[in-house]
């Protein structure tokens, strides 16, 4: 009971500090919004990045067109000496005919018919390589391009590569630029709490002289700093679930592939803010008030 009574009453303290020091309150919580704005953003590019990322390295591999004539036992010697190469997690022979079925069945999916104008056409044999690593991808072209069965190597390992330094790119600017406006909301918030702890001075005094321990004192003050956070955490949840239906076609278009922005991921985004906006303005004031009691304000 004596809980619930000091939290109501550290509520209603943090309450009324946010509205008498309204002016510095409500441009402390701008800034959180501008840096949950920035956070939220970076979260939904690196996750649109990191799942582009991780569709392509599935998809990373080597096909090998075989030369023409190869007999079946030369096939068979081929597939089983490639599957025991380092970094091989399986060799699938493709035959012409299996790959004009693919060729019909890809049309199909885009409900097209596949049309030849009457003309044969024979398509290659191959053998496809999934890897147990993308890295490996280098070394087992190189062993492939020593064999006189090949005739010709292909893999997506480039575009996979050029996707990774993208995404290290955009990460470390990303991250870096977030710790600079993470900086600038603390000092905000210190220097909010700061003023409301100087125009309670006499206040705080007379709760001193009465026995109040610093606990009974500070708390009311890092709740008004958490206030400004949750408040700015809110408003940017609102903002980007307003946003979040025009942003995933988008995401689409801009990665041309499937993307992490489902419901499981603004779920994922919206308790990030919240969490961040609450540790920020907690630590804002809890910073702040102790240098200050410490002094003996």
Not at 281 to 288: E, R, V, Y
């Amino acid at each position: 009971m004596g809980f619930l009574r000091f939290l109501g009453f550290t509520v209603v303290r943090a309450g009324q500090g946010f509205w008498r020091n309204k002016m510095m309150s409500l441009a402390a919580t701008a800034t959180v919004i501008l840096m949950l704005v920035l956070l939220s953003g970076l979260v939904i590019v690196l996750g649109g990045l990191n799942s582009g990322l991780a569709y392509i390295e599935s998809k990373v591999g080597v096909t090998a067109r075989l030369v023409d004539g190869l007999a079946p036992e030369a096939v068979d010697q081929l597939v089983a000496e490639v599957s025991a190469l380092p970094g091989v997690a399986s060799v699938e022979f493709v035959s012409p005919e299996e790959a004009m079925r693919r060729l019909e069945q890809a049309y199909a999916d885009r409900g097209q018919t596949l049309e030849t104008g009457g003309s044969d056409i024979s398509l290659y044999a191959s053998i496809e390589v999934a890897l147990t690593d993308p890295a490996a991808a280098t070394s087992v072209s190189s062993a492939l391009g020593e064999r006189p069965e090949i005739e010709r190597i292909t893999t997506i390992q480039e575009q996979y590569d050029k996707l990774l330094g993208v995404t290290n790119v955009v990460r470390l600017a990303g991250l870096s630029a977030m710790i600079l406006v993470g900086l600038t909301v603390v000092f905000m918030i210190v220097n909010t709490i700061r003023i409301a702890v100087f125009s309670r001075s006499r206040e705080i005094e007379i709760m001193r002289l009465v026995g109040a321990s610093d606990a009974f004192i500070r708390w009311p003050f890092i709740m008004e700093g958490m206030l400004c956070g949750l408040l700015g955490a809110v408003f940017t949840v609102l903002l980007v679930a307003l946003v979040w239906g025009p942003i995933q076609p988008l995401l689409i278009e801009i990665f041309q592939m499937p993307t992490a922005v489902g419901a499981q991921f603004f779920t994922f985004v919206a308790v990030l803010i919240l969490s961040v906006g609450l540790v920020v303005g907690m630590l804002g004031s809890w910073i702040s008030v102790r240098a200050h009691l410490a002094a003996g304000v």
